[in-house]
């Protein structure tokens, strides 16, 4: 049940695992035809505001004032709780909330738009030829992605009935909003379940439960831990089912008395803002947690990248430590004559910023010092570098900058400066490029725009710009997997771009992605394989980033210190 082929990201991802199931076939989409647009509210004095406006207009600074008066009263009766998550949302955005458009995935997929009637003050019940309709294709579950409140003969129609999601300990949290009232009455955990709907509201048969421990630090950190940990609870609920273990599954649970819960009052906000402000507090001064810190480093593999993509055993790394206070991430690798030249972040935790460096090596068994080249007032990572027209360029990550520029080596390795700026008032995460089909791509993230979740894509017909960018930006939603982890190449014929898996932990895991169609019109990629971090290797919490040369790989590897 959903109101169309738009998503949100939970959601998506909860169906690509139902798709993605064996024996488990996506058969119909119902559709909630009673999503109308809400008509703009027109005052019955906008005569009367005109003629005052006409008044004042010479008045201007009076006008002014009268505006910010008329704002200020305005937000006085703006709930302070839709404030704060308006300031959370621009600083730890919920990407369980993300729309997702699947019509591409859906797009064989059969429709039947339904219209409801209610009874009472909130009850939906479909009429007679829809639930004909319905009952026709002969299904087994129906997931409820849209519509409210169901009753009637709907629910019994699929052989396991119609299951829906509550994100809350149902036992002792009704209504919402999910995940806060965990932390304002400071519950170490968070419940959620997967029930069957009854007639009877909050009442359902539970198919599956879970706790996760409470986020006290935010209230959209505990809501996306609380929406991404069910994603697979359907798909798993499937499989016992074809398995025959679901027989204790479908049985009456607890009724809940919890009280139903509403949004936050402003006092309630109050209350919410010292209780996660004194946690933060805490953690740092009075409890004296370890502190943690993430530590990379550059790692040589003797491997060509075909064997790592798909590959159930961990390759051997040979890791390159980096000097006291620092850290080595983004190697790129440039060879020129018999010396391969490997450019990496140089990040100091002193200066808390990063810098361009590079090392040489002739075997990959030794290695010169570093040598910084590019270092400035900000931070620098993700040096990406390539050869045109014998020329040799970088291309790093700035993002503070609002800027992706190119520099250009005018005495290799030692000597950049700075030649153009490609994309100007975007803040470009990770930028890594590919000419193809002679035509110039750049995929990258977007700061401003959930840069882990959102792949954006530009094209041009020089290296130098103007670059365009695609019709479709982003191209590319998906939970946490859609970052650049190195060059694009070649695998089996077909270009393959790397990923940063950060669903788990920040660069858990690199990605391979098959480019499938790559055109200004359009673009589609495949998932084809992920290399996994050691759990047994000096850094075996995380590989976010690839490099492959022939024979040689090369990448980089985390551990908390």
Aim: charged share 25%; net charge positive.
């Amino acid at each position: 049940m959903c109101t169309g082929h738009i998503f949100t990201a939970w959601q998506a991802e909860t169906i690509r695992h139902l798709i993605n199931t064996k024996r488990v076939s996506l058969e119909l989409l119902i559709g909630d035809s009673d999503i109308i647009e809400p008509i703009p509210n027109i005052s019955s004095n906008i005569q009367s505001q005109n003629i005052l406006k006409k008044i004042l207009r010479p008045v201007k600074i009076f006008q002014r004032l009268l505006t910010l008066y008329r704002q200020f009263f305005r937000l006085l009766k703006t709930p302070l709780w839709n404030l704060y998550q308006q300031f959370e949302n621009s600083y730890f955005p919920t990407e369980c909330d993300l729309k997702v458009s699947m019509s591409d995935e859906l797009i064989n997929i059969d429709t039947i738009y339904c219209r409801t009637y209610k009874k009472g003050k909130h009850s939906q019940y479909f009429t007679k030829s829809d639930l004909d309709r319905i009952k026709s294709y002969e299904l087994d579950m129906i997931l409820r992605f849209g519509f409210n409140i169901i009753r009637g003969k709907i629910l019994t129609i699929p052989t396991y009935g119609v299951w829906s999601f509550h994100h809350g300990n149902y036992l002792k949290y009704r209504g919402g909003p999910p995940g806060f009232w965990e932390i304002y009455n400071k519950d170490y955990w968070s419940g959620a379940i997967l029930q069957q709907l009854t007639e009877k509201l909050d009442d359902g048969i539970v198919l599956y439960n879970s706790q996760f421990r409470t986020e006290f630090s935010s209230y959209n950190k505990n809501k996306n831990k609380l929406f991404w940990g069910t994603t697979t609870w359907p798909a798993i609920v499937c499989r016992n089912i074809l398995a025959n273990t679901s027989k204790n599954m479908f049985n009456k649970s607890t009724e809940s008395t919890a009280p139903i819960y509403k949004s936050p009052t402003n006092l309630q906000v109050f209350r919410y803002l010292y209780i996660i402000i004194n946690y933060k507090i805490e953690s740092i001064f009075m409890k004296n947690p370890k502190i943690e810190n993430e530590h990379w480093a550059i790692g040589i593999i003797n491997s060509p990248i075909k064997e790592l993509i798909n590959s159930v055993q961990h390759p051997e790394v040979k890791w390159i430590e980096p000097p006291h206070n620092r850290f080595w991430a983004d190697p790129f690798l440039i060879k020129k004559e018999d010396i391969f030249y490997i450019f990496f972040e140089d990040y100091c935790h002193n200066k808390k910023r990063g810098r361009i460096s590079f090392i040489e090596t002739t075997d990959f068994k030794t290695f010169s010092d570093s040598k910084p080249i590019i270092d400035t007032s900000f931070h620098l990572s993700y040096p990406f570098l390539l050869e045109h027209k014998n020329k040799y360029y970088c291309i790093p990550e700035q993002q503070s900058t609002g800027e992706i520029a190119l520099y250009e080596s005018i005495s290799f390795p030692h000597k950049w400066t700075k030649t153009a700026t490609l994309i100007k008032n975007f803040h470009g995460i990770d930028p890594t490029i590919i000419k193809h089909n002679d035509i110039w791509w750049m995929f990258c993230g977007n700061l401003k725009d959930s840069s882990q979740c959102k792949l954006y894509l530009f094209h041009s017909d020089k290296l130098e710009g103007p670059w365009l960018p695609h019709k479709k930006n982003p191209v590319k939603i998906f939970l946490k997997k859609a970052r650049p982890a190195g060059a694009i190449f070649k695998y089996k014929g077909n270009l393959v771009r790397p990923a940063q898996n950060s669903t788990k932990t920040y660069g858990g895991s690199t990605i391979f992605y098959e480019i499938k169609t790559l055109t200004i019109d359009d673009y589609k990629e495949n998932f084809i394989g992920e290399l996994l971090p050691d759990l047994t290797s000096q850094y075996p919490d995380g590989i976010h980033h690839i490099m492959p040369s022939k024979n040689i790989t090369i990448v980089d590897g985390k551990k908390f210190i």
